[in-house]
Each structure stands twice: as structure tokens, then as C-alpha cells.
């Protein structure tokens, strides 16, 4: 059973850098099944989808986001990671981790989530 | 503003069937899946639906999908308590090479 965690600073300042972890347990992100991506809520908002990387480094990003986005992936600690700079309150937000199948293109394991606040 | 668009509220008494629907372009529903996700309050999403009308492992079959040209609808039948939660559809879209989302519905048991 895949299992996804993500974890890193739960506050973070504006104009800093946010920078999560996601840890996959009982399976590999150097699997080429599969997509790792990371999608955040505000607040009483819906989802928007972050970007992507696959296994060989490769990544997609949401261009809204890309000017300010980096995710990377190290398979030695089958983790990836996401890094959001010059954030604002606007980046206020549940950050998730989830597992995307190439060419099935839906999210079928996710993780629990972790709190980002934008805040002096 | 969500590419994909859903009502934002549904409701129904318990025992009933609700439908929810899901508008989107011919970049993303018109030439691609659609997925439907359960959030329970405080809890990650959970995959529903997924290809328009297939049902993970353990997703009761009152929870169904389907899907014409740029729009789809998720139906619940005997509805239950339990089924309270926001509901939201995605597809791939080809412009974006990722994934988008509807608003999400907030669905209340009355």
C-alpha cells in the first residue's frame, strides 16, 4: 500500500521560500508508472494543481505558478520535493502530495496534507 | 476562478438521488477523462470516480459517473449521512499537460 507524507515548516515569511517534502513509503518514485505532483487548497477553496515530475527529473508546471515553482525528486530517499519562492498570503494554503498515473492522468493516492502559512 | 465548472451546493434528503454536474472545454473534458474526488471535512481528497465511470476498490456502486462531449455528472443513489462532503471533478487538459479541477460542490444531507 503506497503511502504519501508530506512534510516541512508549517510558517513560512513573505518574500521567503516555502519548501515541502513528500516521503513515499511502500512503493518507488523511481517507478515510471507514475507522475509525483503536488496540489494545493486555500482556505475554503478548491484545488489547483502545482506541477509534476517524473522519475527521470523531468517536470511540468502550472503557469500560473512556474515563474516562482521547482520540484525535484531525489530517488535515493524516495522523496520529492517542492520549493515555491517570493510567497504572500496568497500562498496561504493545505499543500498535498499525490501520485498521478502516466497516461491514466488521475490522482489515486494522495497525502494527508500539510498546513502552509504565509505570515510576518 | 476554476477551469472546470460545478455548482457550488447540492443538497438532498437521505434515500434520494443527487446529481452533480461538471462543464469544462474541449482541452480538457471534450478529449480526455474525467475524475471525481470525495473530500470529507478535514481530510485529504479521496479518488471516486475515475475514466468517467470506473469505481476504485471499495467505493460503494451508489456512486456512479458519466460523461457526453464537455460535460459530465456525478450521481449519488441512496443517499446517506456519510456522504456529506465536497465533490470535485478534474480532467487532464492538453494545453496545461496537467490536471484541472471544478470548484468543488459542497453536498449536504438535509
Not at chain 2, 476504485?56 to 457526453?68: C, T
Amino acid at each position: 500500500q503506497v503511502q504519501l507524507q508530506e512534510s516541512g515548516p508549517g510558517l513560512v515569511k513573505p518574500s521567503e521560500t516555502l519548501s515541502l517534502t513528500c516521503t513515499v513509503s511502500g512503493g518507488s518514485v523511481s517507478s515510471g508508472s507514475y507522475y509525483w505532483s503536488w496540489i494545493r487548497q486555500p482556505p475554503g477553496k478548491g484545488l489547483e494543481w502545482i506541477g509534476y515530475i517524473y522519475y527521470s527529473g523531468s517536470t511540468n508546471y502550472n503557469p500560473s505558478l512556474k515563474s516562482r515553482v521547482t520540484i525535484s525528486v531525489d530517488t535515493s530517499k524516495n522523496q520529492f520535493s517542492l520549493k515555491l519562492s517570493s510567497v504572500t498570503a496568497a500562498d496561504t494554503a493545505v499543500y498535498y502530495c499525490a501520485r498521478v498515473g502516466v497516461g491514466i492522468y488521475y490522482m489515486d493516492v494522495w497525502g494527508k496534507g500539510t498546513t502552509v502559512t504565509v505570515s510576518s | 476562478q476554476s477551469v472546470l465548472t460545478q455548482p457550488p451546493s447540492a443538497s438532498g434528503t437521505p434515500g434520494q438521488r443527487v446529481t452533480i454536474s461538471c462543464s469544462g472545454s474541449s482541452s480538457n473534458i471534450g478529449s480526455n477523462t474525467v475524475n471525481w474526488y470525495q473530500q470529507l471535512p478535514g481530510t485529504a481528497p479521496k479518488l471516486l470516480i475515475y475514466s468517467n465511470n470506473q469505481r476504485p476498490s471499495g467505493v460503494p456502486d451508489r456512486f456512479s459517473g458519466s460523461k457526453s462531449g464537455t460535460s459530465a455528472s456525478l450521481a449519488i443513489s441512496g443517499l446517506q449521512s456519510e456522504d456529506e462532503a465536497h465533490y470535485y471533478c478534474a480532467a487532464w487538459d492538453d494545453s496545461l499537460n496537467g490536471p484541472v479541477f471544478g470548484g468543488g460542490t459542497k453536498l449536504t444531507v438535509l
